[in-house]
């Protein structure tokens, strides 16, 4: 996907102004983290969604939500607290559209490779702790190789395209594919001796 | 487990997993970009080559390309967190950066090399000194390829009484008889004391003050080191090691910005004094770079670090200094040592 926007020669404001200007309630807070991180947010809102419409609605109510949220946070780092609220807006639309039909997302694939152990609507009678299979994912996560695990952040959680991250990491698409499949095993025991079952 | 859920834990993912993995992808990113401006490049210097031709644009290539990935990481020692020290800092420590440092976001690779120190200026040295020749099994001063150490009285013996101005004076002048000492240094000032206990109190009997190698102004710390032990009578003792310095491209530095965000998970981690609680905040009064030589442990090319420095100030307002410090040249350059 190509984002052309044109800003004229100007540099982005530091992390730390930006979140002044939230705390300062000033709207210029929104400007700013748009001019300099809208664009990965927006692939990343891509991703999960594939529609442009729905990817900017999801922007807007990211940086609504960035506006509600500081203050009272003060995040350490801008572009990671940015990332995890538009994730969590894009895939709660994700799964809503999911249930009127299929989205043809990068996010779909990855998901189907991890249908083997994820189901993809399995009724969730029992119990579910976020908090606790999130602690299990970080973990397991900590446990892989450095490469391995910007592949799994990349492919699983920011849903970027296979080629995206060989191009990234300057490797062949088919070793990435052996390095997801290997991940795959490894995440497919995890869950199991932790009692994740499809 | 659903997709839905899955996709829920992985929202609820270690939050430094992820900061983690955009530092990973901004460089990434940087470097792809780099590798593509390398390419035009590189094609402008084909079209060249046919003129000056092939052997010289082999030797421009293997002079200025960044061996990217290929040097050894070095390691920094001494308190680093997950030992005592995360017993200080804690999730609740808060970080008040007052540093205004204007640091450059690019650095000179600089491969080491020792520098052999010939018998010619050992010679010269000790002429010069006015040292002895090395027959004693106790004092003398002896050669090791690019080392020279020195020792010239006992331990116990003498007394320091000079004032600061005749200590660097003298420091200058002995500095000055080292003719192959050559690049820009610059004078530390007193690192550290011998003293023994007498009834009346704690004498110094020497101090060490300490050279610093300095490349475009930017300290070089590890190996490369110029220490001089003086007293009243003179000089004591002197440890020198010389390297060679040569520039083989550029390397970028990982942003401040993200250094900045891993003062409280850093590379190494040092407080001067204790603290009787944890760390309540850690204020950072200033930010420099320092290069890193550690040529003994295989690693070929000076590494940049940011020093974050400033005062931890504990729960109970007692106030320490700290140093803690982040290797500044991105992962992508480098590979861990074994």
Not at chain 1, 156 to 176: F, G, V
Not at chain 2, 86 to 103: G, H, P, R
Not at chain 2, 118 to 130: D, N, P, V
Not at chain 2, 237 to 252: C, S
Request: proline share 3%.
């Amino acid at each position: 996907m190509e984002l052309h926007r044109k800003h004229g020669a100007r540099s982005a404001l530091s992390d730390e102004a930006i979140i002044s200007l939230y705390w300062d309630g000033d709207r210029k807070a929104i400007t700013e983290t748009d001019f300099k991180y809208g664009k990965y947010l927006y692939t990343i809102i891509y991703n999960i969604l594939h529609d442009k419409l729905d990817c900017e609605e999801c922007l807007n109510d990211a940086y609504l939500g960035a506006w509600n949220a500081m203050p009272p946070a003060r995040p350490q780092v801008l572009k990671a607290f940015l990332v995890t609220i538009s994730r969590r807006i894009a895939i709660k639309r994700y799964h809503k559209l999911r249930q009127k039909g299929a989205v043809p997302s990068e996010m779909t694939v990855a998901l189907a490779e991890v249908e083997d152990f994820i189901a993809e609507n399995s009724s969730a009678e029992e119990a579910f702790d976020a908090k606790q299979l999130g602690q299990i994912i970080s973990r397991f996560v900590r446990s892989l190789p450095q490469r391995q695990r910007y592949i799994f952040i990349s492919r699983y959680y920011a849903a970027e395209p296979i080629d995206t991250i060989a191009k990234e990491l300057a490797l062949s698409l088919s070793m990435i594919h052996k390095e997801l499949a290997a991940i795959r095993t490894a995440l497919k025991e995890t869950l199991e001796s932790e009692g994740y079952s499809v | 487990m659903n997709q839905q859920q899955w996709n829920e834990g992985l929202d609820h993912m270690d939050e430094d997993l992820l900061r983690n993995y955009l530092t990973a992808k901004d460089q990434y990113v940087h470097k792809r970009r780099n590798r593509q401006r390398f390419f035009h490049v590189a094609a402008a210097a084909a079209c060249l080559c046919l003129i000056v031709g092939v052997l010289l644009l082999v030797q421009h290539y293997r002079n200025n390309i960044p061996q990217i990935g290929n040097y050894k990481r070095i390691q920094l020692t001494g308190n680093t967190l997950g030992e005592s020290v995360s017993s200080y800092i804690t999730q609740d420590t808060a970080i008040v950066n007052e540093a205004k440092e204007n640091l450059p976001t690019q650095l000179p690779i600089y491969k080491i090399t020792p520098r052999k120190i010939t018998s010619k200026e050992f010679q010269a040295m000790k002429e010069r000194l006015g040292l002895p020749d090395s027959d004693s099994p106790l004092f003398g001063v002896e050669k090791d390829r690019n080392k020279v150490d020195g020792r010239f009285t006992y331990y116990a013996t003498g007394t320091f009484t000079m004032s600061e101005e005749e200590l660097e004076a003298l420091a200058w002048e002995t500095f000055h008889k080292l003719s192959f000492l050559e690049g820009d240094y610059t004078y530390y000032g007193i690192r550290g004391e011998d003293t023994i206990s007498a009834y009346d109190g704690e004498i110094v009997t020497s101090v060490l003050v300490s050279f610093y190698r300095q490349l475009d102004g930017v300290r070089v710390i590890g190996n490369d080191r110029c220490d001089m032990w003086f007293n009243d009578d003179g000089l004591v003792e002197i440890h020198i090691a010389l390297y060679d310095y040569k520039q083989i491209g550029t390397m970028d530095l990982i942003p401040l910005e993200n250094a900045t965000s891993r003062i409280k998970t850093p590379d190494a981690f040092s407080l001067e004094g204790s603290l009787n609680s944890a760390v309540e905040t850690l204020r950072v009064d200033r930010i420099n770079l320092v290069l890193v030589n550690q040529h003994s442990n295989d690693c070929t090319i000076l590494q940049p670090v940011y020093n974050f420095i400033g005062t931890a100030i504990g729960n109970n307002e007692t106030e320490v200094g700290f140093s803690s410090k982040i290797i500044a040249i991105p992962e992508s350059y480098t590979y861990e040592a074994d």
